[in-house]
């Protein structure tokens, strides 16, 4: 590996929040904020910090978020816009929701959710009607506050009046979810899972897994929760920031024992007890790549915000966090994604009474260094060959049930010294088993292109009207006056008590309620999923047609055509089950894009 990459490497992997960038393959670093002062003159006397530069660079590598760095015009930033407000616990929520929508089945593998406060209703309603038909369930639910992390602020709850619904004056933000009451133990103990995803670009949608991951334990042995242990933290949460302050925390040297471990030693564990672990990893593929595509509409929308069409601008990836627990059943459930997950390589370990000291941590830098190294090989602009990604040494190829197509396995010339990738595509590759469920992404791209106004995110009264008239949509049942009706009765319901005057005008969640409403109207007799394909195809068609008015043409000249790869997909199973009506109730408050202050977030949460 030549000096600047490895230089790269080593700043990343020390650090919560760093700039650097690559120029002719040459990579540079810059702002330092770890607590490893040795560290940080090995640094420097390797990197250039990149301030007062004019020359463009390859890749910009962002402690936080996209906005670290403004005015980038080229290049590859390693961040999305949009990525950690869609991530936050409602947001994400709500994006799989709408996926259980369409693919009840397919989506199961998230708890069921309630969004706090516009939900308390209903959840307390729902939970009272099991409990009143069947008394011998007694289920439990942890509450998540929307932008925490680390375990802070989570409880367990048993009814829901025992939900903390203020924080002062203010309603809390909130999710309340489903409690996986049996989780797979390993040595008594609840784990769960890290897996390192690369989202290496939207459009076309490319989606890579480090075959290695972490597994983080629980110290306290597990109990199914009764109400005498709901607030052992040590017994129901995994997380590492967390359970590191038991007097239980095991560092281990060895990947295999401790209380952080790598995934392929759980793994092989798991084989030796005769699990088919095999499936286990095919449903964990399937997860990343079902909640990647929930979403990645809204990402789009964000995206075409920041850089539409004709502004240079860079391009953009990132390294997400899946956190994922296994149930019992070894059915893997997703809890959440990080959209900055920690990189670090080292703990903080007591030496002393009260002396702490940075100490390598053996199962980081062996899952981590993979992720960065394979992530800046994919990213850099050198590298034009994707199919490289199918390499197999390096790491447990824990195998996969998914059906594989035959790759060419190759490599560029300059990569023959370094290791193999550990970070293997599964996107594109298994378009064919999942681009069935990329019906909200054309939803969003109709979206996208009746927003007209570059750098707008939601769609006023005229450019909705203009996307009926375009499509056709009206007619004497449903008349231009029924849109406007439908227009004003959601967005009200959607954007509520936004004071932000720029956020006025329908999201596009509120834009996907709308649309499931019209296939509804227009596609009666079918399940929802098949009443939304029929409306897209017809909404297609209809754009592919020169439109004959010149207003309606003015309207939509200013926007991009839809992505051939997506529009061109037929439902491949005409076997649908059917799904439930549309579950938003009429008076629900919903708040999208609530928008944070990347700045004031924490870099690189060690969770
Ligand atoms: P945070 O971002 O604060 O870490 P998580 O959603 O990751 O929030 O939840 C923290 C921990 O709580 C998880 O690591 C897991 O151990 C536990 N947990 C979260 N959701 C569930 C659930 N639905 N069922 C069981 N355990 C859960």
Known sequence: ??????????????????????????????????????????????????????????????????????????????????????????????????????????????????????????????????????????????????????GDGIYLIRDPSDLKLMVGSQAKQAVVQEYIQRPLLIDKLKFDIRLYVLLKSLEPLEIYIAKEGLTRFCTEPYQEPSQKNLSHV????????????????????????????????????????????????????????????????????????????????????????????????????????????????????????????YVPSPVDEEVKVGVIRDTL??????????????????????????????????????????????????????????????LVERIAALFIRFLGVKGNMRLGPTAFRTFIRTCKLSNSNFSMASVDILYIDITRRWSGTMADSREAGMGLQAFVEAFFYLAGRRFKSQPLREQVASLLELCEAQLETPPPGGEERRSVSCSRALPRSIRTQTLPNPQLSSPGPLRRAASQDYRLHQRLKPRSLRANLEN
């Open 1 to 150: 590996m030549e000096s600047g990459r490895l230089c790269l490497l080593l700043c990343l992997l020390h650090n919560t929040g760093t700039i650097t960038y690559t120029e002719s393959g040459r990579l540079n670093c810059g702002q330092h904020y770890n607590a490893a002062g040795g560290r940080r003159n090995i640094h420097n006397a390797t990197c250039k910090f990149p301030l007062g530069r004019r020359a463009p660079c390859d890749i910009y590598w962002h402690g936080v978020s996209f906005h670290d760095n403004e005015n980038i015009v080229s290049g590859q930033v390693n961040k999305f816009p949009g990525m950690i407000e869609m991530l936050r616990k409602i947001n994400l929520s709500r994006a799989v929701r709408t996926m259980q929508e369409l693919f009840p089945e397919e989506y199961d593998f998230y708890p069921r959710s309630w969004i706090l406060p516009e939900e308390c209703q209903q959840f307390s309603t729902q939970i009272r009607m099991v409990k009143e038909n069947d008394a011998s369930v007694n289920p439990t639910f942890i509450v998540k506050p929307d932008g925490g992390s680390q």
């Open 377 to 438: 090989r994919l990213m850099d602009p050198g590298h034009k060959r994707t199919s490289i990604s199918n390499l197999r040494a390096g790491g447990l190829d824990h195998g996969e049930e998914i059906p594989m197509e035959a790759e060419p396995q190759d490599r560029s010339p300059d990569e023959g010294a370094l290791p193999s990738l550990c970070l293997k595509q599964v996107y594109p590759k298994y378009t064919k088993q999942f681009n069935y469920l990329r």
């Open 234 to 357: 040590f017994m129901h949460l995994t997380n590492y920031s967390l359970n590191v302050h038991s007097g239980n925390f095991v560092h281990s040297n060895s990947q295999s024992t401790g209380s952080k471990r790598s995934l392929s030693s759980v793994l092989y564990r798991l084989a030796a007890k005769g699990v088919d672990i095999k499936k286990v990893w095919s449903d964990i593929i399937a997860l990343v790549i079902k909640t990647t595509i929930a979403v990645v509409p809204e990402l789009r929308v964000y995206y075409q915000a920041e850089i539409p069409p004709g502004k240079p601008g860079p391009t953009c990836f990132q390294i997400l966090g899946f956190d994922i627990l296994l149930m019992k059943n070894l059915k893997p459930v997703l809890l959440e994604v990080n959209s900055n997950p920690s990189m670090r390589i080292e703990h903080e370990q007591e030496m002393a009474p009260g002396v702490f000291e």
